[in-house]
């Protein structure tokens, strides 16, 4: 069965104080390992796709990479705005297009 | 980015009712539609997947005479939640895909069963 962990739970930050975020998986062949961000009351939005390990991705002060068992969202320099949950997806080779998450990691940046 | 709009954000229902919740994509046509429920503090369960013109595929333990899903076009799925009950209280959200591995979300229905 695919499963997807991801640590912390929480995570309380100081403005600009760096960190990373660890999201590990076993999947059945991977198709792609997806982040996005989740305000309150909102919907997931799309931040990154890595499709192989030693990949790495960039966005403003975020950057993802991929290894064949664990993925980590670095964080630099994270502001008040920064605060939100971070949702880990792994999607299965085979067909299906079904995402399995993790529980996410609510991250806190005070100002 | 591609947008997904769900509707309603918000809705409040009697017990024994139904209720309708849209999904709809906005720039691309997709293939593929998935509706989640996500409980506080937990991660997104995957409801159902539907594609376009046939019969949506349920999760394991998901009733599907209970939550009816239709896939009519490109661009519009509906879920609805028939004989609602206050356990069916939650956040339901609806992704779409247009055939690509990337799936964008819509923003969300609240819907709160008294």
């Known amino acids: 069965e695919d499963q997807v962990t991801q640590s912390p739970e929480a995570l309380r930050l100081q403005e600009g104080e760096s960190s990373s975020l660890n999201c590990s998986y076993t999947?059945?062949?991977?198709?792609?390992l997806f982040w996005y961000r989740q305000d309150p009351g909102k919907g997931p939005e799309f931040l990154f796709t890595?499709?192989?390990a030693g990949e790495e991705k960039e966005k403003e002060r975020l950057k993802a990479t991929l290894t064949k068992k664990e993925s980590f969202l670095h964080i630099t320099a994270p502001k008040p705005e920064d605060s939100a949950t971070y949702l880990c997806?792994?999607?299965?080779?085979?067909?299906?297009?079904?995402?399995?998450f993790g529980k996410g990691t609510k991250l806190t940046v005070n100002p | 980015g591609a947008v997904v709009s769900q509707h309603p954000s918000r809705v409040i229902c009697k017990s024994g009712t139904s209720v309708k919740i849209e999904c709809r994509s906005l720039?691309?046509?997709?293939?593929?539609m998935f509706w989640y429920r996500q409980f506080p503090k937990q991660s997104l369960m995957l409801m159902a997947t539907?594609?376009?013109?046939?019969?949506?595929?349920?999760e394991q333990g998901v009733e599907k005479d209970k939550f009816l899903i239709n896939h009519a076009s490109l661009t519009l799925s509906t879920l609805t939640v028939t004989s609602a009950h206050p356990e069916d209280s939650s956040f339901y959200i609806c992704?779409?895909?247009?055939?690509?591995?990337?799936?964008?979300f819509g923003q969300g229905t609240r819907l709160t069963v008294v």
């Open positions: 992704s779409a895909s247009g055939g690509g591995p990337e799936a964008f």
């Open positions: 999947v059945s062949g991977l198709r792609g």
């Open positions: 890595l499709y192989s």
């Open positions: 997806a792994v999607q299965a080779s085979g067909g299906s297009e079904k995402l399995v």
């Open positions: 720039d691309f046509q997709a293939t593929t």
């Open positions: 539907s594609n376009e013109g046939s019969k949506a595929t349920y």
